[in-house]
């Protein structure tokens, strides 16, 4: 069954506007879980990074700290690694290990485009729209992924939480950085974001976004995004074009199709 649901919440948010479906016009999507599958490589990363700062796999706190790599999928990684780290110096270290282990992963060929994510870049570009892609790794990395998918000139921009001044996902600064760079839009509640974690909700939220889809490709489920503040949640970003498009001009996006309640 498709999910397009309708997934209103206002928790941590303004109320969604009712804006016309052709001001839509700044899309801000998430790479991992969303438009990109990378089959666990943040786990398997985050384990060679582990080990190197001394933290013995099968152990308590390697399972411990595993555990809080999943529950913060989509939040800076620095972000992080401060917090399972303490110290600047150990979470700087952790997140180049992190960075050198991921781009390794990611040259043997382990990341693909997630089934319809690029059909649905290019006809969301092809519909006149403004599409960014936005991640929670450091340049060096978003780029290796870029490079591996033959994406460097699919979106208009590519932000990192280095671009948009050092703080990554819950805040909203890549969202709000995509708005001033592009000069797409001139509301923020013209802003589209979409995203597979409750940290990408949060973001696009605190944002003011008009319209912040979760979709269930990726890290977190229904209730975890529409708990954050998702809008719709839908099965992939490849129903994003056809939900925007079938936007009424008195209202916001709808879903495309019935689905079963959030």
Not at 6 to 30: E, H
Request: aromatic share 4%.
């Amino acid at each position: 069954m498709t999910d397009t649901t309708d997934a209103r919440d206002t928790t941590d948010a303004p109320a969604t506007t009712n804006a016309p479906a052709g001001t839509r016009k700044l899309i801000v999507l998430d790479m991992a879980g969303t438009t990109v599958a990378d089959g666990g490589l943040v786990e398997r990363a985050f384990e060679r990074a582990a080990e190197r700062l001394g933290v013995t796999p099968g152990t308590p706190d390697h399972e411990e700290k595993l555990r809080y790599v999943r529950d913060t999928m989509g939040e800076s990684k620095i972000s992080v690694f401060r917090h399972l780290f303490g110290s600047e110096e150990s979470a700087q270290r952790a997140n180049a290990a992190f960075e050198e282990a991921y781009g390794d992963l990611v040259d043997g060929g382990l990341v693909a485009p997630l089934p319809g994510a690029q059909e649905a870049i290019e006809q969301l570009r092809a519909d006149g729209r403004t599409v960014v892609l936005t991640t929670g790794f450091a340049r060096v990395t978003q780029d290796a992924i870029l490079d591996a998918l033959g994406w460097r000139d699919l979106t208009d921009l590519t932000l990192c939480p280095a671009d948009a001044g050092g703080r990554g996902r819950p805040y909203p600064d890549m969202v709000l950085a995509a708005f001033l760079r592009t000069g797409a839009v001139a509301d923020v509640a013209d802003v589209v974001v979409a995203g597979d974690t409750a940290y990408d909700m949060l973001s696009g939220r605190r944002a003011g976004a008009g319209l912040v889809a979760g979709v269930l490709t990726g890290a977190h489920d229904r209730a975890a995004l529409a708990g954050h503040g998702a809008t719709h949640v839908l099965g992939s970003v490849a129903e994003l074009p056809a939900v925007l498009a079938a936007a009424g001009p008195a209202g916001p996006a709808r879903p495309a199709h019935r689905a079963e309640p959030a």
